[in-house]
Structures are given as C-alpha cells and as structure tokens.
C-alpha cells in the first residue's frame, strides 16, 4: 500500500476517481466496458477490486500498457473493439475521442463509396435493417385527431382559402381600374 491516497488518478488521458474501485474505473472510460475493463486489470496482474487511489505508479502504468495494446497482453481478440482495421489490418481496441473519430471516418468513407449504410446516414434515416413504416418518425404529430379540431382546422382552411380569392379579385379590379386611366 502507498503512503498516500489519491483521490484523482490519469489513466489514458483521462481524470479517473480514485474513490472508485479499478474495474469500475476503468469502465468510466469511452470505449471500455465492466468485461473489457476486468480483464485489463487481470492482464496488468492488479486486483479488479481495489480502489484505484491506492495503486502504486507501477501498477497505473502496467494499466495504461495493457489498454495501450490489449492483445500483446493476453486480451483475447474478440474481445477488442476494433478487430481487423479498415486502414491498418490489425487488431485494435480503441478507447476515448478515437472511438468518435474512427466512427466518423467510417461514416464517411461508406457515405463517399455510396454503400446503402452510406446513403442512409445521409438521409437520416435507420440504418440496421429497423422497421420505419410506423416507428422513427420525426416532425409532424402522427395519430387521430379529435372531431372538433379537424372541424376547426377545416373551417380555418376555407377562410383563408376565401380570404385569398377576394385579394385576387381585388388586385384584379386595380388593374382594370389602371388601364382605364390610361
């Protein structure tokens, strides 16, 4: 045990709580989860359930090797985030702003290559394969109305429909009235 306690502790470019116990800690990540982050304490040989305040330097940076690169570690390959790379053809596990940028770069190069997931992150649209005839809709309220809503809304539609033929007619009016003058 260290002399002292530390109550924040950076782990991957990241202010963790050293309150909390490892696993836990770990898992505050973007990118890792409750599995992904005891095995990582395994792999660094550091008891998943002590608090991370109280591990020594040693073992934070035997952490941060393993999440570096899990699979020299012993992390199986399945379960890494990134297996077989788009750009680099290795297994990678990637943790924090990569993960939003390597979805965004993936996002983009279906959308240049036109692929069907491409066209449908442009349209906004679902993109797994979901159902959209009745779920997913955005905008107008979609449902049965009541009677004497629609009544009104009828009513209101006839008035500005008559409100519109009378400023016609009067434009039309003015007109013959000019080329009278003239």
Partial sequence: MPDEFKH??????????????????????KGINLNFARAVAYAADVDPFTKLGSLDKEKVDRL???LRNP????????????RKDYETGKDLHLIGADVAIAMRTDIGRERRIR?????????????RGQRTRTTGRKGLVVGVKRKDIRIREDAAKA???R????????????????????
């Fill in 8 to 29: 924040i502790v950076r782990l991957a470019g990241k202010d963790l709580a050293g309150e909390k116990r490892v696993q836990l800690a770990l898992a505050d990540l």
């Fill in 64 to 66: 941060e090797k393993v």
């Fill in 71 to 82: 699979v020299e570690h012993g992390i199986p390959i399945w379960m890494v985030s990134r």
């Fill in 115 to 127: 692929s069907r997931r491409g066209i449908r992150h442009e349209l906004g649209l679902h993109v």
């Fill in 159 to 161: 008035e500005k429909g």
């Fill in 163 to 182: 409100r519109g033929r009378r400023e016609e007619k009067e434009k039309k009016e003015e007109k013959k009235v000019e080329e009278k003058k003239e």
